[in-house]
C-alpha cells in the first residue's frame, strides 16, 4: 500500500538553529503534501498544505517565514522550522491523499534546547 | 475552530469489552474518517464513511454517522490489548481540509 516516511523521526537541537524536516511519498506521487503539528496528549493542528511546484498554503496564525515549506518534486515536500525555540518543541506530521484517504508519515519528534 | 470533539477523552475498559467512542463536529462534511495513533507514532487510517452514508463496518469496527446531528461513533467490538492506542476522528469539509478531533485515549487492560 501507499507509504509515506519521514526524516528525521527525532531530532534535538539548540536554540536558534534551523531545522529540515522531510516527507516523501514512496511509490506514489503526491501533488499535494499536509504538514500538521501535534502537541503531547493534544490533537492534530493542520499547519500547512504543501503544493508541487507552487507556493505552500498557510493556515491562519502559522508564520510562513518561520515554518519553510518546499514541494521541490512529486515525492518529497520539506519543512524547515528556522531559528527554532525550545516553543517549537512538537511531533511533526506530514501527510499525503490516496483517493480520500490521508497517509500519514510517523512523525518527527523536534526537541529545542 | 473547527475541530471536532471527542468523548470520552479517555476510556479504559477490560480486554473483551466493546469501546464506543464519538465524535462531533461543527459544519458540513464530505466525509468523515477515523484514525488510530499508537504513541508517539504517525496516524493510521482506520475507516471512511461518507456523508450520505449512516453506517459502516470494517472487522471489528463499526462506524455510524448522523449528519443531522452532526456526529459519528466508533465502536470497536471484543477489544484486545492490541487496540490500546488514541483514536481520532477527522472531518473532511472540502479537497483538502481535514479537520480532526481532539482525541479518545483507549487503553485496554489485559
Known amino acids: 500500500g501507499a507509504v509515506v516516511s519521514q526524516h528525521p523521526s527525532w531530532v534535538i537541537c539548540k536554540s536558534g538553529t534551523s531545522v529540515k524536516i522531510e516527507c516523501r511519498s514512496l511509490?506514489?506521487?503526491?501533488?499535494?503534501m499536509f504538514w500538521y503539528r501535534q502537541f503531547p496528549k493534544q490533537s492534530l493542528m493542520l499547519m500547512a498544505t504543501s503544493n508541487e511546484g507552487s507556493k505552500a498554503t498557510y493556515e491562519q496564525g502559522v508564520e510562513k517565514d518561520k515554518f519553510l515549506i518546499n514541494h521541490a518534486s512529486l515525492t518529497l515536500s520539506t519543512l524547515t522550522v528556522t531559528s527554532a525555540h525550545p516553543e517549537d518543541s512538537s511531533f511533526y506530521i506530514c501527510?499525503?491523499?490516496?483517493?480520500?484517504?490521508?497517509?500519514f508519515g510517523p512523525g518527527t519528534r523536534l526537541t529545542v534546547l | 475552530s473547527q475541530q471536532g470533539e471527542e468523548d470520552p477523552q479517555a476510556l479504559s475498559i477490560q480486554e473483551g469489552e466493546n469501546a464506543t467512542m464519538n465524535c462531533s463536529y461543527k459544519?458540513?462534511?464530505?466525509?468523515l474518517q477515523w484514525y488510530r495513533q499508537n504513541s508517539g507514532r504517525g496516524l493510521v487510517h482506520l475507516i471512511l464513511?461518507?456523508?450520505?452514508?449512516r453506517e459502516k463496518h470494517s472487522g471489528r469496527l463499526r462506524v455510524t454517522l448522523d449528519t443531522s446531528k452532526k456526529s459519528s461513533s466508533l465502536l470497536i467490538t471484543a477489544s484486545r490489548a492490541a487496540d490500546t492506542a488514541s483514536y481520532f476522528c477527522a472531518a473532511q469539509t472540502g479537497a483538502n481540509n481535514l479537520f480532526f478531533g481532539t482525541g479518545t485515549r483507549l487503553t485496554v487492560i489485559p
Open positions: 459544519t458540513s462534511i464530505n466525509n
Open positions: 501527510s499525503a491523499r490516496v483517493s480520500s484517504v490521508s497517509i
Open positions: 511509490d506514489f506521487q503526491a501533488t499535494t
Open positions: 464513511i461518507r456523508s450520505n452514508e
